[in-house]
């Protein structure tokens, strides 16, 4: 059973910064595409940024390019969101998942595409 547990949230002022980490179980973590998701209360979950197997492809949602940097260290089975600039409309519970299909080409965004998820970490943004 993969265990995925998130870290690293809190409160910020905008225009600070915080870096999620993401660790994750089991001996195949570099054979996996991972993402980050958010969630506004009363919303889905959307598409953060994600990050391929091991070559490292990444893709953002627009909302992140520019701001956030998905990284892999697979020799510590760890996925990071460096999160920069941060804005009020940032304030959502992030959420890492692990893709469904071993090395796929690519990075996935849908959430359909992720059979393993963390708990969630809370990030508040203040103005």
């Known amino acids: 059973q993969v265990q995925l547990v998130e870290s690293g949230g809190g409160l910020v002022q905008a225009g600070g910064s915080l870096r999620l980490s993401c660790a994750a179980s089991g001996r195949t973590f570099s054979n996996y595409a991972m993402g980050w998701f958010r969630q506004f209360p009363g919303k889905e979950r959307e598409f953060v940024a994600g990050?391929?197997?091991?070559?490292?492809?990444?893709r953002y949602a627009d909302s992140a390019k520019g701001r956030f940097t998905i990284s892999r260290d697979n020799a510590k089975n760890t996925v990071y969101l460096q999160m920069n600039s941060l804005k009020p409309e940032d304030t959502a519970v992030y959420y890492c998942?692990?893709?469904?299909?071993?090395?796929?080409?690519?990075?996935?965004?849908?959430?359909?595409?992720?059979?393993?998820w963390g708990q969630g970490t809370q990030v508040t943004v203040s103005t």
């Open positions: 990050i391929s197997t091991r070559e490292g492809s990444t």
């Open positions: 998942a692990r893709d469904l299909a071993s090395w796929r080409i690519g990075v996935p965004v849908s959430e359909s595409d992720y059979g393993y």
